[in-house]
């Protein structure tokens, strides 16, 4: 039984992938103790949303695009992020060019 799923899963890989990203999504809630959402668009141009672990308070939010994610922040919390990662490469480039001189 167990052979013949995982011959499967060699003549379909995409079967393969899309089970490999649930669970490995699925251990990954389970170990961070976190809801994820993952957001993908289908090929009808439909917004889908599949939940991991509904019970977990923390939410991370995800984009699949193919067999890539992406992390989906709110507008705001992006602005915030944008600006410290600005400000980290600020101070690098100064202390870079003191330290060079």
């Known amino acids: ?26 251990l990954a809630s389970h170990c961070f103790e976190v809801r994820i959402l993952v957001y993908s668009i289908s090929d009808e141009n439909y917004l889908n949303s599949t939940i991991y672990n509904k019970r977990f308070e923390k939410t991370i939010s995800l984009l699949k695009t193919g067999t890539h994610f992406d992390v989906a922040v709110e507008k705001p919390k992006f602005e ?10 600020e101070v690098n480039f100064l202390f870079g060019h003191l330290l060079l001189k």
């Open 80 to 89: 915030i992020m944008s600006f410290a990662q600005n400000l980290v490469y």
């Open 1 to 26: 039984m167990v052979l013949t799923k995982f011959a499967f899963y060699l003549i379909f890989p995409i079967f393969f992938i899309n089970f490999f990203f649930k669970t490995s999504l699925e």
